[in-house]
């Protein structure tokens, strides 16, 4: 099975833009999680959407938002860009609701 | 969600077998016990899962006592490409996955 997959790996943008991430999960899971990596704050959770409907959700502002589709794949769009949200962000899949299959993340810079 | 807390680091040797204890007091009866590996740059890899006792696979093994209150990830003889963070988490199924800090294990030639 092809694991998840992560668009784009790389990513420069400029403070005040917004930009749309996707993910492709491993086929058949349902479950997507959105994670937030920095070296200062670690892994924090964004969200997770099951069946097109977010499930749970982190501590961060309405400027980031989700969205899962039809087919499982996901997408997660920050709006307003600041420099603090310069980050490598991760996508996981999951079919049980245990354990979570990560994709290799998109690093995503903001100037 | 039941707190975590295990060491900052660890710093082994190849060859030897590596321990991290993780300690989740206020664990629920619903909650299983999940680790998972990450190396730089990279999203975090499943290792292994337990609810109690002792569960083996072929990269780990993962000891639980009776009360659940810790757990243990072994590590057996350990290479350098096992230099990574280690991160124990402790939930029930569907609930949001909160990761600690993680333990950063070091291995030494």
């Known amino acids: 099975k092809a694991g998840v997959t992560q668009t784009p790996r790389y990513l420069i943008k400029t403070r005040g833009q917004q930009v749309t991430l996707s993910c492709s999960p491993i086929?058949?899971?349902?479950?997507v999680s959105w994670y937030q990596q920095t070296p200062g704050q670690g892994l924090q959770f964004l969200f997770e959407?099951?069946?097109?409907?977010?499930?749970n959700k982190g501590n961060f502002p309405g400027r980031f938002s989700g969205r899962q589709f039809s087919n499982s794949r996901s997408e997660m769009n920050v709006s307003t860009l600041e420099l603090g949200d310069s980050a490598l962000y991760l996508c996981?899949?999951?079919?049980?609701?245990?354990?979570?299959?990560f994709g290799p993340g998109t690093r995503l810079t903001v100037t | 969600l039941a707190k975590t807390t295990q060491p900052i680091s660890m710093d082994s040797y190849e060859g030897q077998e590596v321990n991290i204890t993780c300690s989740h007091n206020?664990?629920?009866?619903?909650?299983?016990i999940t680790w998972y590996q990450q190396f730089p740059s990279q999203g975090p890899r499943f290792i292994i899962q337990?609810?109690?006792t002792k569960v083996t696979n072929e990269v780990a093994s993962l000891f639980i006592p009776a009360d659940r209150k810790s757990s243990t990830l072994s590590l057996p003889r350990v290479s350098l490409s096992d230099t990574a963070v280690y991160y124990c988490?402790?939930?029930?199924?569907?609930?949001?996955?909160?990761f600690g800090k993680g333990t950063r294990l070091h291995i030494l030639p």
């Open positions: 996981a899949s999951s079919s049980t609701g245990y354990e979570q299959y």
């Open positions: 086929s058949g899971h349902r479950s």
């Open positions: 959407y099951f069946s097109e409907t977010q499930r």
């Open positions: 206020n664990i629920a009866t619903n909650d299983y």
């Open positions: 337990g609810y109690k």
């Open positions: 988490l402790v939930g029930a199924r569907d609930d949001k996955i909160i």
